[in-house]
């Protein structure tokens, strides 16, 4: 006789909510039968890196054999109780259809990676992101939501909400339930400092959490990942800590206001607040290293840096971790606005959350910006040429647009005016999808783009006039940050919030 038992009802690491069973047998003596379908999930975890690892030391062919043989043993057995396929990163459901969500498990016909390290697709129009949005289990931003934040907040929302560029969420609708009934919450994002050099991609997620904390006029937390970055790349602990202070200077420049913004490096703010800490081990001591390895695709010979790091960039998503600014509480929602490869974080942060007592963040993904090649990846900071960095000059921007942005137009312009170019291709489109304001000259530019009555060489050059300014600009902010500018933004302190 089996009986099955209910667990737990909050794990959102599939992306959707699953109930664990618990088998519990009579069947005396049978090792395999006692197991629940989470002990197999994590056998067969542990298998499948036990294999990987035999292969990766070129060790005896009939031990891999044996290994191998192992591993679909398991597999068979778990499909035989759950009724689902194994995948590496989703545990068992109670749904008979698994859905795919760990970053690490990509369909066989399913050519776009995306993980917080990497992304790549081979369509020339960039993600599948309807895909993502079933594979990661997240909600779609639909005209619907953007028409009630246009109510809510009695204001055009932004063009990247009007164009589709945040295009996916988690709980949004709840945020905006709590601003209507005044209820406060508060704006998280971040930033991995790599190198000096930013590029315009990396704007996006600030610009647009510029504009939600104006309309929302509410606080925001920016965590500066310089340690993640030490764990990850071939960097000292200073270079990292100084492209934190360096990258600061640049975010500052996008407007923020100093009286409800708090950016930090973990560097420096882990040791300064207990309170950040202590959230740091609740998250550790709630996720498993199984579970990290399905999520992240972590393996034996990664770091235990990096296996721990999920928790630090969690911990900001819970508002007891910056007591100068809450005071304590431990209850106020936090919103987060980025890209849609950092999810992985924040799902594994929204399972953990209620179980240390803490309210799940809410998420905004956006796209990726693309690289100028082509929408197959997103721009890179370690490529000068695939990318428009905010210290080029006007004319280097003027150089790599003509030179490297990919065209979706024709050959010849015989060729062009007859059948029109592809904008859906098209890089110097896709940049000003991000970047023109005007909706209905970006539609015209389409159409004649589309129709051929619009030339490459002229799509590049009005997409030269709107970043040559817009960079200049930038440029202009960020001189007038100074040191003492960075050290206030970066100092623990209370917010012009009242908690
Ligand atoms: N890991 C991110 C990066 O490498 C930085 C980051 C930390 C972040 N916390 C975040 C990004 C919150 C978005 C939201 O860029």
Known sequence: MCLLIVERVSCELGGKYIVRVKKMTDCQ???????????????????????????????????????????????????????????????????????????????????DTVDPWNVSTSNAKGVDYDKLIVRFGSSKIDKELVDRIEKVLGQKPHRFLRRGIFFSHRDMQQVLDAYEKHKSFYLYTGRGPSSEAMHVGHLIP???????????????????????????KDLTLEDCHHFAVENAKDIIACGFDVNKTFIFSDLDYMGATPEFYRNVVKIQKHVTFNQVKGIFGFTDSDCIGKISFPAIQAAPSFSSSFPQIFKGRKDIQCLIPCAIDQDPYFRMTRDVAPRIGYPKPALLHSTFFPALQGAQTKMSASDANSSIFLTDTPKQLKNKVNKHAFSGGKDTVEEHRKYGGNPDIDVAFMYLTFFLEDDEQLEKIRQDYTSGALLTGELKKILIETLQPMIAEHQERRKQVTDETVKQFMTPRPLNFNF
Do not use: H
């Open 29 to 111: 003596g049978d090792a395999e039968g006692a197991k629940s379908p989470l002990e197999l999930y994590e056998q067969l975890t542990a298998q499948g890196d036990e294999v990987r690892t035999l292969k990766t030391a070129k060790a005896d062919k009939a031990e891999i054999d044996a290994a191998v043989q192992l591993l679909l043993k398991l597999k068979v057995g778990y499909k035989q109780m759950t009724g689902q396929d194994f995948k590496a990163g989703c545990p068992p459901s109670e749904n008979s259809v698994a859905p795919n969500n760990g970053p690490a498990a990509v369909d066989a016909d399913d050519e």
């Open 206 to 232: 600030f610009i647009f959490t510029k504009w939600l904390q104006d309309v929302f006029d509410i606080p925001l937390v920016i965590q500066m990942t310089d340690d993640e970055k030490y764990l990850w």
